[in-house]
């Protein structure tokens, strides 16, 4: 009997006694059932070889929880990686960005209210690299004819600088020179408290602000009276309008300058007027500010240039995760080992992967180590992330990593591989039944139609492991977002290969006859 008989045989039994294994997504077996009184539970573990490698993501999207700005060194690929952004602002509804135009004291030569001074102020809560390094940032205006779209996908290596307002692509309006060290204290640019984060703070034409306190006085009088459902104006209404018809936001480019990049967490802009305010009845004339802030209901987009890393996926000696480059660990899973016939059967409790991670050397010191991955299935990565979904414990599994195992931990993946083995038995058992129009297959048949669409789907089997940072209601402790890592974050995973595959340990369930006393 040749090999491809032997694979018919097996592949066919396997298939044909399919509808007898049962797989609890639990870690318990109460979906069994109390056994009768002559039965009883046994349990087993079986490990079977799971194998790996590094691959590099198609697309990465660039929407996070936080922007990087900077250029630093990276020894794992000999090459250089620069982080900017693009940010626009965003309108809180119903609210009332300045006071009445006649208390603004500031005013222009034409006796119109006016700004005293504008701040574009980055506040960043991590750096990576020499807090010594002087960086030069530029400052570039969006354009509001061309906007960053709120229901567009953005990625890492997206052109950001096709938004910028024509005439003004070579024509910064502002420049900062900046080290990590650069610090303004509490929120209020005018006031200097202790305990803040520390901020990169960039002076601004006094027309960027001029123009929004204008517009805001237009869009006052001109719905002077009327109901919010009544306006004719809508600029100050909601950040669609905003966007398009005040402000559309600022490009971001490090222009000179290596060896630093910060995590810019809040950025915001600063309008520093003087107003009249009463005060035990007395008329005082004050410092005042309006701000504007970036927040996740608007865009912030990251775009990053980086090294080759073709290097790092044919290294053999491991398997990679790097940030913000893309790299990942794929994983093949033993699929027609976990359902052999040999637990026709058993009912599967439990499936445990961990990935072990091997130490940090000196290379890379710059960078941190990923602190959760995803865990999902190959075909499924792009439409994950652009459909802003987060795991369901089904085909999309969290780790967070384990200091003190050096691993990441799948605790219970089962479901997982019941959805792989049930898509393929099912896709053959349609192909049979509908297209080669067979009512009653034989085992040769079965197997020979699994091996042509196993050829056909070599990913079938396949997940990915992707460094990712969540976002976590409080309330609930349950995860409500998920976005690629972007921060500079590396590590090395233990390899599975044929010599020295990572093993998987999958728990069984089954009911077993005992003799009774009569």
């Known amino acids: 009997m040749n090999k491809f008989n032997i694979y018919i045989k097996g592949v066919a039994s396997l298939l044909i006694s399919a509808t007898l294994l049962l797989v609890s997504c639990t870690e318990h077996t109460g979906s069994l059932g109390i056994p009768p009184a002559n039965e009883s539970l046994e349990t087993s573990v079986a ?7 590094s691959m590099k993501l198609d697309t990465i999207k660039a929407r996070s929880i936080a922007s990087y700005l900077g250029s630093i060194y990276d020894p794992e690929t000999n090459g250089k990686i620069t982080g900017n952004f693009a940010t626009q602002f965003a309108i809180m509804e ?3 960005y300045f006071p009445p135009a006649d208390s603004i004291t500031s005013r222009d030569a034409e006796g119109n209210p006016c700004c005293d001074s504008v701040l574009l102020q980055l506040n960043f809560d991590t750096y990576f690299g020499d807090v010594n390094t002087p960086l030069k940032i530029a400052i570039y205006p969006l354009d509001a004819n061309n906007p960053l779209c709120e229901d567009s ?5 997206t052109d950001l600088k096709k938004y910028i307002r024509p005439g003004y692509e070579n024509k910064p309006i502002a420049t900062k020179v900046f080290t990590a060290w650069d610090r303004i204290h509490g929120s209020d640019p005018s006031v200097t408290t202790e305990g803040s984060y520390p901020s990169i703070r960039i002076p601004m034409p006094l027309s960027e602000g001029n123009s929004i306190m204008s517009k805001y006085f237009e869009y006052v009088e001109d719905n002077k009276g009327l109901s919010p459902d009544k306006h004719v104006n809508h600029n100050f209404d909601d950040s669609y309008h905003f966007i398009r018809n005040v402000m559309p936001g600022y490009y971001a480019e490090i222009i000179n300058g290596e060896g630093v990049m910060v995590r810019v967490f809040v950025d915001a802009l600063y309008l520093i007027y ?14 005042s500010y309006t701000v504007f ?6 865009v912030q ?4 240039s980086q090294s080759d890393v073709n290097e790092l996926l044919q290294d053999e000696s491991c398997t990679w995760l790097k940030t913000p480059a893309g790299v990942c660990t794929e994983i093949s899973l033993p699929i027609d080992d976990i359902f052999s016939t040999d637990h026709v059967n058993d009912s599967i409790s439990r499936i445990e992967l961990k990935m072990s991670r091997y130490n940090k050397t000196q290379t890379g010191e710059h960078f941190g180590i990923p602190r959760k991955l995803l865990m999902v299935r190959k075909s499924e990565v792009n439409r994950f992330f652009t459909n802003n979904k987060t795991p369901d414990g089904y085909t999309s599994y969290l780790a967070s990593f384990e200091p003190a195992y050096n691993t990441y931990s799948f605790s219970n993946i089962g479901q997982m591989a019941m959805f792989m083995y049930k898509e393929r038995l099912n896709a053959v058992n349609d192909y049979i039944k509908n297209v080669l129009k067979i009512e009653n297959p034989t085992e040769a048949q079965i197997a020979e139609e699994t091996h042509e669409w196993t050829k056909r789907n070599p990913d079938w089997n396949k997940c990915c492991l992707v460094p990712v940072e969540t976002t976590v209601d409080p309330s609930t ?3 409500t977002s998920v976005s690629h890592e972007l921060s500079l974050t590396s590590a090395k995973l233990v390899k599975g290969t044929k010599d020295n595959p990572i093993k998987i340990q999958v728990y069984y369930t089954r009911v077993a006859s005992t003799p009774t006393n009569d």
């Open 47 to 53: 490990i079977y070889d799971v194998y790996s490698s």
């Open 293 to 298: 802030a970036g927040t996740p209901e608007v």
């Open 301 to 304: 987009s990251c775009q990053f």
């Open 153 to 157: 996908v953005y990625y890492i290596n």
């Open 477 to 479: 402790e349950t995860v």
């Open 94 to 96: 119903d609210l009332k």
């Open 274 to 287: 003087n107003a009249r305010v009463f005060n035990d009845s007395i008329v005082e004339d004050v410092p």
